[in-house]
């Protein structure tokens, strides 16, 4: 087999996995809400989390970014059709936004800009931190303030907890980290440069910061551009500045 027919197996392979990934979330999400009862705010954030968390599939996959956002572009629309008829419970209820479009054309946006894995440079550790940020960050505040959000503060339209907004932060801030500790320069980035361990905690705490802030004046729904965007942004400029004045000029 000649290798771009091997390659043309591997894309095909790698796009059936990840719909049928994709459909078992939704599938997985009905269930728990029809068959255990889990009210939709949870369902919801279990297929937030589980789509997020593919962005590393999706690294895994394939070697062709044009080929690898097909499947997030593709739910941009699906998702759209789900959000505008109330297709699927566990996704959309009738106060829902279309938060779930957005979540999709972030990843497609941030894959499609900063993924390179033929080189010469790989940008793809600021596009997962960021689409971490939203994964995990959003999730956790969005879970925690309802549950245990007892001091409310509003910016603009936008009604917050600091509970919520403290969960944001941690959040982002350990999933950004862990991202820029270990993807770049792993196998599913081999292109990209490593930061040392002190370097990578100061980048995170600061994008955290930032993506906090885009979270807490969101108006609803659209922390789901806001805060992947937002740290993602701030992550490139980061690196830039790294690439101008060698980390080892820095003190440490």
Do not use: C
């Not at 980048?203 to 906090?212: G, I, L, P, S, W």
Request: no cysteine; hydrophobic share 55%.
């Amino acid at each position: 087999m000649t290798n771009d027919k091997r390659q043309m197996t591997n894309n095909f392979i790698g796009l059936a996995i990840s719909y049928i990934y994709a459909i078992s979330l939704l599938v997985i999400g009905e269930g728990l809400r029809r068959l255990f009862g889990v009210k939709p705010d949870l369902t919801r954030k279990v297929i937030h989390i589980g789509a997020g968390m593919w962005a590393f599939g999706v690294l895994l996959l394939f070697k062709n970014w044009e080929i690898g956002i097909i499947p997030f572009a593709t739910f941009i629309g699906l998702n759209y059709l789900f959000y505008r008829y109330r297709i699927i419970g566990a996704m959309d209820t009738q106060d829902s936004s279309p938060g779930t479009v957005y979540f999709a054309i972030s990843v497609t946006l941030l894959f499609g800009l900063l993924w390179r894995p033929d080189g010469p440079v790989d940008s793809v550790a600021i596009a997962v931190a960021g689409i971490m940020a939203m994964t995990w960050g959003d999730a956790l505040a969005a879970l925690i303030g309802k549950r245990f959000g007892q001091h409310k503060y509003q910016v603009g339209s936008s009604i917050r907890s600091w509970e919520g907004s403290a969960a944001m932060f941690i959040a982002s801030t350990v999933v950004i980290f862990l991202v820029l500790l270990l993807l770049p320069g792993s196998s599913l980035s081999p292109l990209a440069t490593p930061l040392s361990l002190g370097w990578a905690f100061l980048t995170a705490v600061v994008t955290a910061t930032f993506a906090t802030l885009a979270e807490a004046v969101s108006p609803h729904g659209t922390d789901n551009l806001s805060v992947p965007l937002t740290a993602a942004g701030v992550l490139w400029i980061f690196m830039q500045v790294f690439k101008a004045f060698p980390i080892t000029s820095f003190p440490v």
